[in-house]
C-alpha cells in the first residue's frame, strides 16, 4: 500500500459529507468505490472540491462504516434494508451484500435489552487539561487531554502516556492529521461522543433508546478501552455485573 493510500478524502454524498481514508474506499479494489479512488474510474468533484456521488447519503453512513471495520452493525430497529441492498449493489462491494444477506436471515432473533447506564467510578484528578483538536470522520471535537487516561488504549497510544511495563505489546497507533492539521481517526465520529463521554465521566450513559450498541461495542473495541468494552457488554447482556471496582485485572487502578 502506497503513501497516498493513507491521504485523507472529502466526499459529498448526495449532499452528506463524509472524511475518510483512501485506503478505507479501496478496501476492496473490485467495488465501485475501489475503481473511483484506485484510478481506474472518473469522478465527479463539488464546488467545494469534495468527491460527489449522487447516492443516498445518509444510507452512505452504513457503507463506509462496513469499509472501516469489515463488519455490518446496523440500529437494532433498521427499517431500510432495501434501501441499504440497493446501496450495496451500486457500489459493487461483494462482502457487504454477503453481508446484508445474512443479516436478512437473522433479523428476527431477539435484540439486545436496552439498559441505559452502567457505573465503574472513577478517581480523576483535578486541574485543566490541555486540548487536542481531532477529526472523527466528518465530526471535530476539542477533546481534553483525559484521553491519555485511557489505560492501555489506542487514545493512550495515540497522546503519548507512558507506556508500563505490563502494558500490552502491540504496534503504536499511529493517526494521520488533515488539511488543517487536526488529528484524523477514520472511525464513526458520531458514536465516538459516547466513547469521550466514558472517558470523561467513568460511567456509559446512553439516551433511552439508544439501538447502536454493537456499533459502539466495536468501537469501544478498536480504541481498545477495556472498561467501555466491558460497561456496553454488561449493558447488552453478554456479561455479568460482577466486577472489582477499584483495580483492574493487573491491580491498577485503572484512572490513576
Known amino acids: 500500500m502506497s503513501i497516498s493510500d493513507f491521504s485523507v ?39 467545494q472540491g469534495r ?30 434494508l432495501p434501501l441499504l441492498e440497493m446501496e450495496a449493489d451500486f457500489y459493487q462491494i461483494q462482502p457487504l451484500i454477503e453481508a446484508l444477506k445474512s443479516y436478512k436471515a437473522r433479523i428476527n432473533q431477539p435484540c439486545a435489552q436496552d439498559v441505559v447506564s452502567f457505573s465503574v467510578r472513577p478517581r480523576m484528578q483535578p486541574g485543566m487539561s490541555p486540548l487536542h483538536n481531532i ?43 488533515d488539511e488543517q492539521g487536526r488529528y484524523f481517526i477514520d472511525r464513526d465520529g458520531m458514536v465516538f461522543r459516547h466513547v469521550l463521554n ?13 439501538k447502536e450498541l454493537r456499533l459502539l461495542e466495536k468501537e469501544a473495541e478498536f480504541y481498545q478501552i477495556e472498561e467501555l468494552i466491558r460497561a456496553v457488554r454488561i449493558t447488552m447482556g453478554k456479561e455479568s455485573a460482577d466486577y472489582v471496582d477499584e483495580y483492574d485485572d493487573y491491580g491498577y487502578d485503572y484512572w490513576d
Open 9 to 47: 478524502v472529502s466526499l459529498n454524498v448526495g449532499g452528506h459529507i463524509y472524511t475518510t481514508a483512501r485506503s478505507t474506499l479501496i478496501r476492496y479494489p473490485d467495488s465501485m468505490l475501489g475503481a473511483m479512488f484506485g484510478g481506474d474510474l472518473g469522478t465527479l468533484q463539488d464546488d
Open 51 to 80: 468527491y460527489f456521488i449522487d447516492r443516498n447519503g445518509r444510507l452512505f453512513e452504513h457503507v463506509l462504516n462496513f469499509l472501516r471495520t469489515n463488519q455490518l452493525v446496523l440500529p437494532e430497529d433498521f427499517k431500510e
Open 135 to 177: 477529526q472523527f470522520g466528518a465530526n471535530t471535537k476539542d477533546v481534553e487531554d483525559m484521553v491519555k487516561k485511557s489505560y492501555d488504549s489506542r487514545l493512550s497510544d495515540m497522546f503519548g502516556s507512558k507506556p508500563r511495563a505490563h502494558r500490552k505489546r502491540r504496534a503504536r497507533f499511529n493517526s494521520s492529521r
Open 198 to 210: 466514558f472517558l470523561r465521566l467513568g460511567e456509559l450513559v446512553l439516551p433511552e433508546g439508544f
